[in-house]
């Protein structure tokens, strides 16, 4: 299992389509990109430090559940955001001038939300992402990842999302192959060390190199890769007190939709996939 001592980083814009429907393709308007699929900026969900500068003291907070959600006090358009998140050991030079991460290695992926509050006047994405505790959401259960390269166990796996109130279930993200994602792989990985090395406190970015700094450069990092996009019934409804979000990883070559549908009703889900329930209080 996982200590408090990670870094939590997430990754924007690395599905086609998602922040269009989520009402934030503007604040990355000036982000600049080598290509159009590219991911626009990785953003910091939590840093295990005591202490950090005024505006960013709210990352050290641990936020995470695998079973309930916190309703935020001052918002009421709370979304699921349904992805993939990889558990990664990092790698440091030894520089004494100060450390630059020279690689990510994946150990293990689960079913992760990226709980947000629409908030279009943030100043940063991270002011979004963590509010407290219980505030986003990873599963218990961890899938071992046999190597992240093309062929690997993960590229059999699918993100599924449901929605469900007073007992009625309904899909919430359009059920998506992990392959999808715009940036996946190899390439990923290489994109998001280069940002955590070199990304600027700039826009609705975080400088993470300092974030880390801080942070004494933890030795492993949780990192969501992205949200998939909505159903149309996902984006125009938000959470509630007393809904259930369910965010599930599963094999697509051995589980179909429509049986991942019916253990959703049951809110039971075999063994062998990453599923998380959370009850939103």
Not at 136 to 142: D, I, L, N, V, Y
């Amino acid at each position: 299992m996982l200590n408090q001592r990670f870094i939590g980083l997430g990754v924007a814009g690395n599905f086609a389509g998602h922040l269009e429907q989520a009402g934030e393709a503007a604040d990355f308007m000036n982000v600049k990109t080598q290509e159009a699929i590219q991911p626009k900026a990785i953003f910091p969900f939590y840093v295990p430090c005591e202490k950090l500068d005024d505006l960013t003291q709210f990352l050290t907070v641990f936020p995470l559940s695998s079973t309930q959600l916190n309703f935020p006090k001052d918002a009421d358009n709370l979304q699921i955001e349904p992805e993939i998140a990889l558990i990664c050991d990092v790698k440091y030079t030894n520089e004494k001038t100060g450390k630059k991460v020279t690689a990510l290695l994946p150990t293990h992926f689960a079913a992760y939300n990226d709980c947000s509050i629409r908030r279009p006047n943030a100043r940063k994405i991270s002011e979004k992402k963590n509010w407290g505790n219980h505030s986003k959401g990873m599963a218990s259960h961890w899938i071992a990842l046999d190597q992240f390269t093309a062929g690997g166990n993960i590229d059999d796996y699918r993100i599924a999302c449901f929605h469900k109130r007073n007992g009625k279930l309904n899909e919430y993200g359009v059920d998506s192959p992990a392959v999808g994602y715009s940036y996946f792989h190899e390439k990923l990985l290489n994109w998001i060390v280069d940002h955590m090395n070199n990304q600027p406190d700039e826009g609705p970015m975080n400088n993470i190199a300092h974030l880390l700094q801080q942070a004494d450069y933890p030795s492993k990092a949780v990192i969501s890769i992205g949200a998939t996009r909505y159903t149309e019934f996902g984006e125009s409804n938000y959470l509630q007190i007393g809904d259930k979000a369910m965010v599930v990883v599963y094999n697509g070559k051995q589980h179909t939709h429509k049986q991942i549908l019916e253990m959703a009703e049951k809110e039971q889900f075999a063994s062998n996939i990453s599923a998380l329930i959370q009850t939103v209080s």
